[in-house]
């Protein structure tokens, strides 16, 4: 069974930091997805990237990148330039690409961008 | 095109009442998956349906615990008796039927059960 941790359970960070957030996963499957979801306090989950384990380039979404050391089964979000609106919860997650795609979370990083 | 929708978004059942949560997917959506957020926790899959049937339901707790997506009309979430235990934030999400490896899930506001 796959599993996903993230060892941060807070983060706080002012505004127009660069701010990293890391999780470490493990699989016995070569090829997968993995993503960074944020839960703000809406609760409304919102994808924030993805990466295709095939694809050795890192993912980037204008402000958030990841950092994905495939042999280490790391998969960490970078985000820079904080804004007051990234304030939230941040979930790693895991999705094989055989079978029932369901979602593996992490249990989540609570960052907080202060002013 | 209207995003997945959830109802009711907040629900209070007293101890050993049932709870039913509606999860209505994205237009041209066939596949619906259940998730449950206990608190200060991350999401937990519970079970994976397709209309009429249940693909996989290897995170739904084997009591009292059941779901359908039938034909027509919403997916439910039943959940009979309920217990302290099943206070929590249901999610529902959906996805595409298509034959890509990858199917992104789009997820709904959640339901907020709030057992007293």
């Known amino acids: 069974a796959q599993t996903v941790t993230q060892s941060q359970p807070e983060m706080s960070v002012q505004e127009a930091e660069t701010v990293t957030l890391s999780c470490t996963y493990d699989?016995?499957?070569?090829?997968?997805?993995l993503f960074w979801y944020k839960q703000p306090p809406s609760r409304q989950m919102i994808l924030v990237i993805r990466?295709?384990?095939?694809?050795?380039q890192n993912a980037t979404e204008n402000r958030f990148s990841v950092n994905f050391q495939k042999a280490a089964k790391s998969f960490s979000l970078k985000i820079s330039d904080s804004q007051l609106g990234d304030t939230a919860m941040y979930f790693c997650a895991f999705m094989r690409t055989q079978g029932a795609q369901k979602l593996v979370f992490g249990q989540g990083t609570r960052l907080t961008i202060n002013p | 095109n209207a995003g997945v929708m959830q109802n009711p978004r907040h629900l209070v059942r007293r101890r050993g009442q049932e709870a039913r949560l509606r999860c209505s997917p994205m237009?041209?959506?066939?596949?619906v998956y259940w998730y449950r957020q206990l608190p200060e926790e991350g999401l937990k899959f519970m079970v994976y349906?397709?209309?009429?049937?249940?693909?996989?339901e290897s995170g739904m707790p084997k009591e009292r615990f059941s779901a359908e997506f039938p034909k027509e009309g919403p997916s439910i979430l039943r959940i009979q008796q309920v217990v302290r235990g099943d206070s929590a934030a249901y999610f529902c999400?959906?996805?595409?039927?298509?034959?890509?490896?990858?199917?992104?899930?789009?997820f709904g506001p959640g339901t907020r059960l709030t057992v007293l």
């Open positions: 990466q295709e384990a095939y694809k050795q």
């Open positions: 699989t016995s499957e070569s090829n997968y997805y």
């Open positions: 999400a959906s996805s595409p039927a298509t034959l890509r490896y990858y199917n992104e899930q789009f």
């Open positions: 349906l397709q209309k009429e049937n249940i693909i996989d």
């Open positions: 237009k041209g959506h066939s596949h």
